[in-house]
């Protein structure tokens, strides 16, 4: 069993983690392209970008219960063989993502003067993102449709489609941002508004790969369904544990948003070198989290349809190799973060003063695999046995966590008088690292509780 069980983690890990590989990429390529479209000026247009997808990483966060949740359900009802009710699940999350977006596109006038009472920055870089936002706006049906459709395919165990999706949605963001913002073939191009097209053209080409692979690989699950049948699906039995589902998963990006608003805005308070610092920083700590997270979704899809199929054997087993895997990786990125840390800080940044100053924090790199592993990987797993409940409330404490040990590490320093610039974000640091480890800690103790065989 051992042996198919381990078969069956890294078939589903390893397209994700390919997935995963290419999402950094398409970041810099659109600052890299923003940097080239003008001489003088590059910065407000890199700060347009910047704060032009931040923008969307704050709305989009919010509705990342449409993977997560569509995810899990399926999974379990893919493990009981009831395909009937897998369909239903997409169904309903492809309709919820249908009307989410169309909400946003509608309110998007509001959200924009809402978000920028908050965020501070020139009216030069505002105009630009502003700009960005009003285009990229029209990706959301695309956008939150293929995350109802990613976690469906993961759901019914095939990370290899989501990770064709993925490959197609970044690779076409790619070109699609150098040639509508640079032109081609004598074309101009469409300059700063070339970026953000070339992300709507990238969604939408996602969703129509994703509903190719649908019609060819699942088409004779859907053959029963009919437009008369969608008022059935909706109204069904599980709707309301789907919706309490999606209000939990809800409340836990909320929690997310929170600890990393605050973590940007704590160390901006400490000047431009101590936020760059900061952002490098969450950077380099957040790619260990692309490869684990396949192991992540592979325990989400597995303990899923073991639950569902009752099997408490390969449920035990699935989550013991999932971690023996995620652990393996945490160990091999210590070993890459203590040897590549000034390495990978240059390949970020070529000024030397922030690259001085992030020298001292590079021991909370060293430290990232050893927390961080633990919570993404539970994350899966309890994602798979849709208990949702608890996601929340580890959330809870861990905003509880994090907000605590900052202000009160920053009320020591203060009465001792060495709340220096640097001081300050080491302890903004550990108040990251005390959220992971309250993830952890909560997730690990009540485990038998939560993940349970109905």
Sequence with gaps: MTKS??????KLAIPSILANITVPLVGMVDIAVAGHLAVEGSAALIG????????????????????AGTGGLTAQAFGRGDYHRCTEMLIRGLIMALQISLVLIAIQWFFLKFAFLFIDCTPQVQTLAESYFKIRIWAAPATLGLMALKGWFIGMQDSLSSMVVDIVVNVVNIAGSIFLAMGIFGWSGLGFDGIASGTVLAQYSGLACALLL????????????????????LKSTDRKAFAKMNTDLFVRSLCFIAIYIGYTVISAAYGDLMLASASIMMKLLMLFSYFTDGFAY???????????AGNREKLNATMRWVFVWSVSIALLFIGIYYVAGVPMLRVLSKDEAVIEACRQFLPWLVLMPLLGVIAF?????????????YIRNTMIWSVAAFFLVWYLGKYILTSHGIATDENCIHMLLAAYFAHLLARSAYQTAIFRKAIVIP
């Design 377 to 389: 990987t539970w994350d899966g797993i309890y994602v798979g046995a849709t208990a949702t409940r």
């Design 214 to 233: 649908l019609h060819f690989r699942y088409r004779g699950m859907f053959n029963d369904i009919t437009v008369h049948d969608l008022p059935v699906i």
């Design 48 to 67: 347009g970008i910047a704060v032009g997808t931040n923008l969307f990483d704050l709305l989009y966060w919010n509705f990342a219960f449409l993977r």
């Design 298 to 308: 592979a325990g989400e899809a597995m303990s899923g349809k073991y639950i569902g």
């Design 5 to 10: 069980i381990n078969r069956e983690i890294l």
